[in-house]
């Protein structure tokens, strides 16, 4: 961890927090999901900086350490696109390798079909490419799905509210390590449906709480409950 080192870039008028290991001539971006945040990648990218590649992970604008937007709450997916274009730009990146989890699998796969030239290939994890259609994704989901009561306007602020950051990643974590579909009741929130008393998952550690919580604690949870949840911006983003 202590070989990884911390900046910011100045990118369309934010400050955008990277981290970065490794020197080679071939470059990785990292592209987080949630409640991941540039940490999530540690692993992988002291093993891809071995490996001989120069590894990134940027906090997206207002996640983690990066700058919130001017304005708050007014965040979309072409925001993290963009930014991904400008900070390529100021590292002197052409192209790279995109890896990416989660809603940042959409954030690459978009980045990819608007700017081929400065993509060498892509990686996703956890969401399969959806063509961006007008359609809302609620009209498939269950009501008690966590996606389709964080899409509800204010629902999830209320229900995090309640609780400092590192309780909600806890319960996040928790929820997101069972086997089945967490699936709340009519009148249950999301957040209720952890137990106080359950242990963490045995591959996420009490350290890993306190830096995923610390690192919330600087954003807050505003911009992450803006996309993916609340954005549906990707029809307009690629214009398809």
């Keep these: 961890m202590d ?20 020197g080679g001539s071939k470059a990785v971006l990292f592209c987080h999901g949630f409640p991941e945040i540039w940490y999530s990648w540690r692993h992988q990218m002291i093993a891809v900086a071995k490996a001989g590649y120069r590894a990134i992970a940027p906090d997206y604008r207002g996640y983690g350490l990066s700058d919130p937007p001017t304005v708050p709450g007014d965040a979309t997916y072409a925001d993290f696109v963009d930014d991904l274009r400008s900070l390529l730009d100021a590292l002197a990146i052409s192209k790279v390798f995109l890896v990416a989890k989660d809603f940042g699998a959409r954030v690459a796969q978009y980045f990819a079909l608007l700017y081929p030239n400065r ?14 259609k007008p359609t809302p994704m609620q009209d498939f989901l269950p009501e008690g ?22 309780t909600v990643v806890r319960n996040i974590y ?8 967490p699936i709340a009741k009519e009148n249950q929130e999301i957040m209720d449906m952890v137990d106080s008393s359950t242990p963490l998952p045995s591959w996420f550690t009490e350290e890993d709480l306190e830096n995923y919580g610390a690192l919330y604690d600087k954003s807050g949870f505003q911009t992450a409950l803006q996309v993916p949840y609340s954005d549906d911006s990707l029809f307009q983003v690629c214009n398809l």
């Design 174 to 181: 928790i929820l997101f390590s069972r086997s089945e579909i």
């Design 3 to 22: 070989q990884i080192q911390h900046k910011h870039i100045e990118v369309n008028g934010l400050k955008l927090h990277i981290a970065e290991i490794g």
């Design 145 to 166: 799905f966590y996606i389709s009561r964080w899409m509800e306007p204010g629902r999830a602020e209320a229900d995090f509210g309640r609780f400092d950051c590192k």
């Design 119 to 132: 993509v060498a290939g892509v990686v996703t994890l956890g969401i399969p490419f959806v063509p961006p």
